[in-house]
């Protein structure tokens, strides 16, 4: 079953439009929230890492986060050969139909913002609300910049498959300066077992020629521009025209100089702090809907959703309530539709439901 509150997840797959198989998973238990992550993901190793644990267990508490992995990236195929906006955008629609998602927020981070905008731009009926973390509209748009992305396509070229990591280590000073030694080490070995250099290179050049620029004012959703002040990878002034160009978003400034935000440093704390203020309404209207039909729940369904909460299967409840297994299958079934859950996010929604009453 998909990971609850605070643990690693279950990982699935599913295939996009072109074939290409995308790596997702879900925890935590709440609302739904779809984090379109940047590239430098791994579902299978994130819940081990010094920078990316805390990130994932904080949006936990918070919502049932579903989450994947890129085209070419972390569990996904690395050979693909198709990286532009479009099929990304087909990547999230595979990942949103496999996960049987009706309607969620959407969390668009560093890489994954344009796909996010786009996928909210095409799916308006889908998306509740709508966060941009550390992301950006358009591509490389000046020739500083493009000059600075072909510097570092040839240094990936060159270094990014050798063992040791003085090519990657360039990459990681840029995204978090502030880090200790222990967490660099972790995003020099992550970047190298993320992607391969051939999938990298192909997915930057297709990822500088994107712009959803003209799509922003045509939003129409509460929005959240969250963006460190004095980070390297993404400049600041992107997030003011995301702010500015979205009907009604809202813009927090994060005081810190790393892309991907430290447990330990304030900006983390506000982070934390935007976001489940931000979400609350969905939260709320979560709660508000599901009283009623975890009160339905008879005694014994209950109890089965109890020990699938604590990850055993079907064998395993039937074992420990003294049930045949048909039966322990039977009480989730009515369980599921009392609580309007249904999908391969089915189990997981249910246990998330009885456990936010606290039954």
């Known amino acids: 079953m998909p990971g609850t509150r605070g643990t690693p997840d279950h990982v699935g797959f599913c295939r996009s439009s072109d074939g290409v198989r995308i790596a997702y998973a879900t925890h935590g238990e709440g609302p739904p929230l779809v984090v379109n992550t940047c590239w430098l993901s791994h579902l299978q190793h994130d819940w081990e890492s010094p920078v990316w644990r805390h990130f994932l267990v904080e949006l936990g508490r918070l919502a049932s986060v579903t989450r994947y992995d890129e085209r070419g990236f972390g569990l996904s195929d690395w050979d693909a050969e198709d990286y532009t906006l479009d099929a990304r955008v087909a990547d999230l629609e595979a990942v949103v139909e496999a996960a049987g998602l009706e309607r969620f927020a959407l969390l668009g981070m560093a890489q994954g913002g344009p796909v996010a905008i786009a996928y909210t731009h095409r799916h308006p009926e889908r998306v509740s609300r709508l966060i941009l973390w550390g992301t950006y509209c358009v591509g490389a748009r000046d020739p500083d910049k493009l000059e600075m992305q072909d510097t570092f396509s040839q240094m990936i070229r060159v270094g990014w498959a050798r063992p040791d990591a003085l090519f990657r280590r360039v990459f990681t000073n840029m995204m978090i300066p502030d880090a200790t030694e222990e967490q660099m080490r972790w995003i020099d070995e992550l970047q190298r077992i993320s992607t391969s250099t051939e999938a990298l290179l192909a997915a930057r050049v297709e990822r500088a020629k994107t712009d959803v620029t003209g799509l922003l ?104 309530l003294s049930l045949r297994s048909r039966a322990v299958g039977r009480h989730l079934s009515n369980a599921y539709l009392k609580l309007g859950v249904s999908g391969k996010v089915a189990r997981a929604a249910a246990v998330a439901h009885l456990f936010r009453d606290r039954l």
Do not use: C, Y
């Not at 929005?223 to 002034?237: G, K, M, N, S, Y």
């Not at 203020?277 to 009283?291: G, S």
């Open 217 to 320: 004012p045509e939003l129409d959703l509460p929005t959240l521009v969250l963006h460190a002040r004095r980070e390297q990878v993404i400049d600041f002034p992107e997030a003011r025209v995301l702010a500015s160009s979205i009907p009604g978003a809202r813009l927090v400034p994060l005081d810190s100089a790393n892309h991907i935000l430290l447990a330990d440093e304030p900006a983390w704390e506000v982070f934390k702090t935007e976001m489940a203020a931000f979400l609350e309404p969905d939260r709320a209207a979560t709660a508000e809907v599901a009283q009623p039909a975890v009160e339905s729940l008879t005694a014994r369904e209950r109890d089965v959703l109890r020990l699938a909460a604590e990850g055993l299967d079907n064998a395993a409840i039937a074992e420990r």
